[in-house]
């Protein structure tokens, strides 16, 4: 069974960047696809980004493409998310989940969740 662990959300300004951290543990990841989705209140939980297994490919939404990126390191079980340019709209809960399937936006395609982590962005 996996556990994911997310870490690097905070409170910061508009314009800031945040790099968030997915740290997986149980077994390895390294051959699943592994995503960020986020989460503000009262709205559903929405996909951001999507990696392949081997890093190879990438996804992202639109309202993000350009200004987050995804990356992984199989050697240590992890997963970033690099956030630039930020907005007071990026507030959200911020989770990293992982499946098989590579590039879904679908939140009930991914097998494993973390707890999340909160990115504030104040103007």
């Known amino acids: 069974q996996v556990h994911l662990v997310e870490s690097g959300g905070g409170l910061v300004l508009a314009g800031d960047s945040l790099r968030l951290s997915c740290a997986a543990s149980?077994?390895?990841?390294?051959?699943?696809?592994m995503a960020w989705f986020r989460q503000a209140p009262g709205k559903p939980r929405e996909f951001l980004a999507a990696?392949?297994?081997?890093?190879?490919?990438?996804d992202y939404t639109d309202g993000v493409r350009g200004r987050f990126i995804i990356s992984r390191d199989n050697s240590k079980n992890m997963v970033f998310l690099q956030m630039n340019s930020l907005k007071p709209e990026d507030t959200a809960v911020y989770y990293c989940?992982?499946?098989?399937?590579?590039?879904?936006?679908?939140?009930?395609?991914?097998?494993?969740w973390g707890q999340g982590t909160q990115v504030t962005v104040s103007s």
């Open positions: 149980g077994r390895t990841v390294s051959r699943d696809a």
């Open positions: 989940a992982g499946g098989r399937v590579y590039g879904t936006d679908l939140v009930h395609e991914y097998d494993y």
């Open positions: 990696i392949s297994w081997n890093g190879g490919s990438t």
